[in-house]
């Protein structure tokens, strides 16, 4: 790859996603006027338009683009890590543990919280690394090969039977955490705020560069592990930072904003149509893209009802479902 | 003088609880063209994962030029050894060019593009290979004789001075197994690379290679030129067939026996 057609690709991702920046906010049940927003012969308080464009809208766009960017980078690594382009968090059962995790933090009303990391995260996170251990644990072969049907099968599983988890902790939970449960499970951007975007971007931003930094390895172990071994690849230390990274930022966002279907599936594959499976331009194209494409879901979730709000990932479920079906489809017909 | 490159001393593998390697040593000497023939079995692709440093044997040492390869950088070995193996299943839709290129990921840093000189180096590996012409080709989308001649110049971007393939010839047809193996001599003759090659086709090793090793069990039965290494009796016993074997052109034939 060229540096040049590098920068070039990069720059055309970064425009889509300046640009779904910059309209969506405009977009939703109350029509605000940019003139209103930024006038300044009102005060802060009684500027309605300032407020619902920075308290309510940008907030929960930039979050949606953390989540966005954040399961479009772990699927782009799921895959290549396990050599399918069928694996992604959420078919994996990645987004399923982390929402465990999550659960139980809220059950146990757990509030500690580490230096900068909320508890809920945290759970989230070791509920994902467990599910991807359970998974990779079930499709480890003696020859690093990870059959497509094993893995759909080993996700399938890890999927019920945290959902089982979680449904028991919903019954044994009191009114007020069972209505927390089921409307973060639903998985959803609308409750949050500056200081949510604050507390989680560091992770995701440290994850993705970290993924970054080993993609030109992880591209070769994505061609198979013993060539990339020959190449100089340390293969296990790789997987390892591979495995933990995507977990580490699935978790992240996934406490956050529920286990939001499919984009870490549909993402990737549509930006491979475009920039090939190099990981080193996949990653940040697949970030800038998920980022733009769960904007886009989200504002459609704010607007399809108006005035209901719909959460968004039933958006992505509904546009994730049919995508799935027809990529295995395409694949059986290979 | 003869310089050793390789040197294997006592290894032994054992995968799970059966020995695939019992206790085998070996020297691998400059320029060698080695075959490594034996039945389904023998150890020959395990052998060569251990040479490649993608195995770990159990037992013994592997010196490269005098060093422990368990002590040498990863990196650093990869740009000295490269291995081949047998099929190339590729899930992700990478071109030729790009699988070509992974050939120099030893001698680059992370976060790094591939340099100028980098791609000059490529560009030779696959004028050597024949593979030029179809570089902008997706890999899934060539032959088995092309995706062979494209591994093997990705191999070659290594610029390796040792060169491990798992079964080159095997699943190709007649008119390309004489064409890689034609590569392959070209290697070693004028570009001075040691190469040895999992075989199965005992004509084909005893045309194009200078020494062949004959596995049985894990263990080496014979080493030696393919004058030495090709006898009845021998064959017989490593193969469990009766074999007929002549001479033409100064090569060795061997062909199994069928009585009805």
Redesign the interface.
Known sequence: MSSRSYVMTLSLFFLLFIITLGVTPLIGPSKISLARAFSDTLSISNNVDANILFQVRLPRILLGALTGAALSVAGAIFQALLRNDLAAPFTLGVSSGAALGAVIAIALSLNFSLPGIPVVSLFSFLGALGAIMLVFSLVKTRHGEFPTGVLLLAGVTANFFFAAMVMFIHYLSDFSQSFRIIRWLMGGLDITNYKTVLSISPMVFLGIFILMFVSRDLNLISTGVHSASSRGVNVSKTQKIGFITASLITGTVVATSGPIAFVGLIVPHTVRLFVGPDLRILIPASMLFGASFLIACDTLARTILSPTEIPVGIITAMIGGPFFVWLLKRKRQV | MIQILMQLKNISFTYETSPIINDLSVAIQEQDFIGLIGPNGSGKSTLL?IM???LEPDSGWVQFKESPIARI???????S?????QD????????VS??VL??R??Y?S??S??SSEDFEISRRAMETTMTSHFADRYFNEISGGEKQRVMIASALA?NPEMMLLDEPTAALDLKYQVQILKILKDLNTEHKKTLILAMHDLNLASKFCNRLILLDEGKIVRDGSPEQVLEKDILEQVYGIEVDLDCKDGSIRVHPAIRS
């Open positions: 994962k490649g440093g993608i950088n990863k990196k650093l070995f990869a740009q050894v490269s291995w081949i193996p190339h299943p590729m899930v992700f839709p990478f071109k790009e699988i992974m050939g990921h030893p680059l992370p976060l593009f591939e290594q």
